[in-house]
């Protein structure tokens, strides 16, 4: 079992950075894939960037959004850049044993409670 909590998130002007971080409770972190994934009201959750052995990122944040990762700590992190408005949305972080598509939520085992994050124009 495996218990994520996420802090980090707040309300900032657009042009903004946020650092979210997620901690998380178990053995064998290191060997899980990590996933940040966001819901805006009304809208899907959808996937934002995973950490393995390597990184992934959806288009819309690449080049402002850093995914890393510190094992000895259990912790992941996101830290978030040049904010648009359209960034706002509850922010999850997740934890995969075998992820086999590390952007589909359906391979995710478990999930934080999510914290908020809002950019205002």
């Known amino acids: 079992q495996v218990q994520l909590v996420e802090s980090g998130g707040g309300m900032v002007q657009a042009g903004g950075s946020l650092r979210l971080s997620c901690a998380a409770s178990?053995?064998?972190?290191?060997?899980?894939?990590m996933g940040w994934f966001r819901q805006a009201p009304g809208k899907e959750r959808e996937f934002v960037a995973a950490?393995?052995?390597?990184?992934y990122y959806t288009d819309s944040v690449k080049g402002r959004f850093t995914i890393s990762r510190d094992n000895a700590k259990n912790t992941v992190n996101l830290q978030m850049n040049s904010l648009k408005p359209e960034d706002t949305a509850v922010y999850y972080c997740?934890?995969?044993?075998?992820?086999?598509?590390?952007?589909?939520?359906?391979?995710?085992?478990?999930w934080g409670q999510g914290t908020q994050v809002t950019v205002s124009s």
């Open positions: 178990g053995r064998t972190f290191s060997s899980y894939t």
């Open positions: 950490i393995s052995w390597t990184t």
């Open positions: 997740a934890a995969a044993r075998y992820a086999s598509s590390a952007s589909a939520a359906a391979s995710y085992d478990y």
